[in-house]
């Protein structure tokens, strides 16, 4: 059984900063693609930053220049550096991880969300 497991949300005023980290554990061979989405009341679930297995980073139009994925492989953590926070960010925060299991084939996995909430 893979799980992963998210911490660092939270309530902060425009302007500040979050970290947000999610953990991986269980039977996994390795971890392919990780990505944060999310999915504010109304909306769907949107993507917000993806990191490849070779450090390779995309985001969201809306979150570039403010926000850095990163992750430890070693650790099988990915982690969301969130800086100058804007009421629009507030959502549910997904951690999501493409793994290949150890008895071999790829699955895709869900943390259960982080609320962050940013207020003006």
């Known amino acids: 059984q893979v799980q992963l497991v998210e911490s660092g949300g939270g309530l902060v005023q425009a302007g500040q900063s979050l970290r947000l980290s999610c953990a991986a554990s269980g039977r996994i061979g390795s971890i392919n693609v990780m990505r944060w989405y999310r999915q504010a009341p109304g909306n769907e679930r949107d993507m917000v930053a993806t990191?490849?297995?070779?450090?390779?980073?995309n985001y969201a139009d809306s979150v570039k220049g403010r926000f850095t994925i990163s992750r430890d492989n070693a650790k099988k953590t990915v982690s969301l550096q969130m800086n100058s926070l804007k009421p629009e960010d507030t959502a549910v925060y997904y951690c999501?991880?493409?793994?290949?299991?150890?008895?071999?084939?790829?699955?895709?996995?869900w943390g259960q969300g982080t609320q962050v909430t940013v207020s003006s």
């Open positions: 999501y991880a493409i793994i290949t299991s150890i008895t071999g084939g790829n699955f895709q996995y």
């Open positions: 990191i490849t297995s070779g450090g390779n980073t």
